[in-house]
């Protein structure tokens, strides 16, 4: 297996608690955003936004993030379809995270795929069972 497809399917827990620190020093200039379903209230993922993604997110009316990994912006949907309408933009009391209300306008959520092949409706597919063990909720 993969190293990618062992973090995304695996049972093993790898939480990456240097994320952070990694966008710090990489000198990233974000807030980190919740992306919450507008209608059920589940949380679909969480991405990071720097200031254009984030007055694009306004702007276009739908979800639009900074990829650290990848460095450029990232209109979630732009090549899956699974795009990500806007209805509510939130901040916290700090002024340092967001909270994306939204609703799908594609099959899914998450760039991982169930079993079967279909989209997954959450990046929070999985539930810890203990401090090393996961399962697929």
Known sequence: ?????????????QL?????????RAGHQVVPVVLQDADSG?????GYANEEAYRQTLARGSAVLYSTSREELWHKGATSGDVLDLVEVAVNCEQNSLLYKVR???????????????????????????PETLRFA
């Open 104 to 130: 799908k306008a594609g099959a899914g959520v998450c760039h991982t795929r169930n079993a079967d092949g279909t989209t997954r409706q959450t990046c929070y597919y999985r539930s810890v069972d203990d």
């Open 1 to 13: 297996m993969s190293d990618v497809n062992a973090l995304e399917e695996g049972l093993t827990v």
């Open 16 to 24: 990456d608690f240097d994320k952070v620190a990694t966008i710090g």
């Open 42 to 46: 589940d949380v679909l993922f969480i």
